[in-house]
């Protein structure tokens, strides 16, 4: 299986979003109000070439967050994008010759802005993601967590992802999304409450598309969790699920 990571513009947000700083409420307030930006981040869309049609986990960022509600103290105090429209993963998967009927499945990790943002380019995919996600985007409530739904495609009705007592690793649910199991959700809540990742079973190794459940491997490996996590103690034990499956098998 090949696995093309598609970089899809950059986003830059400050240092206290990336490793949350002090506990609580304070936690989650301190990447609106801190003036330390981290540098450019890029922002990733994923294709696997599977033998049943192209798997794309994440859609990533679009021109449209160039310009974010403007009443929006996170929106337009934590983070700025930098996008081309040549560089939404669109016209990427064509240049690697990927068009948008080759692609069977869109699998989300969840909604935030940054990996819905190119939903508009897979008009002909079955798109799958968590249901209480899905549910969360409603409202200011869900505009506050960082959820645009406004932006979203007219026919955009994603189908919800079907969760079953089947252990993968750590994990204690998965849902398959490739007939031959090589390609399975896992939930890795945290970083949202209903956050999931993607497990590739790629020869004797496992690719792990972890969307945002961490933003940097140091931070994961140190267990610190990030500033935007609604749920510290829950995203902690995410991470230490995420190592141990990494102890079990080979994983990138
Ligand atoms: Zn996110």
């Known amino acids: 299986m090949r696995i093309h990571a598609v970089q899809t ?3 830059r947000i400050k240092q206290a979003q990336i490793e949350g700083r002090g506990h609580g409420l304070l936690r989650q307030l301190r990447p609106i109000l ?3 930006w981290a540098d450019w981040t ?9 033998p049943d049609g192209v798997i794309v986990v994440d859609t990533g960022a679009a021109t449209h967050l160039k310009s974010l509600p403007r009443w929006h103290p996170y929106f337009q105090l934590s983070v700025r994008f930098d996008i081309e429209p040549e560089q939404e993963v669109g016209p990427q998967l064509r240049t690697l010759g990927i068009g948008a009927r080759d692609v069977k499945t869109v699998v989300l990790t969840h909604l935030h802005i940054d990996h819905d943002g190119g939903l508009a380019h897979f008009p002909f995919s079955r798109i799958v993601a968590d249901k209480d996600e899905i549910a969360r985007t409603a409202g200011i409530a869900g505009a506050m967590q960082g959820y645009l739904p406004k932006r979203w495609p007219r026919w955009f009705d994603p189908e919800p992802i079907a969760w079953q007592p089947t252990q993968c690793g750590p994990f204690a649910r998965s849902a398959a999304i490739t007939d031959a199991a090589d390609v399975i959700a896992v939930p890795t809540p945290g970083h949202t409450a209903s956050h999931l990742s993607v497990v ?12 945002d459940a961490s933003y940097l491997e140091a931070t994961m490996l140190r267990g610190a969790v990030d500033g ?3 749920d510290a103690a829950q995203a902690c034990r995410t991470l230490a699920d995420i190592r141990a499956l990494c102890a079990q098998q080979p994983t990138v």
Do not use: K, M, Q, T
């Not at 590739?200 to 969307?211: I, M």
């Open 42 to 50: 890029p922002v990733y869309a994923f294709a696997i070439e599977h």
């Open 9 to 11: 513009g950059r986003v």
């Open 200 to 211: 590739v079973r790629d020869g004797d190794r496992l690719v792990l598309l972890a969307g």
């Open 34 to 36: 801190s003036p330390d």
């Open 228 to 230: 935007v996590s609604p």
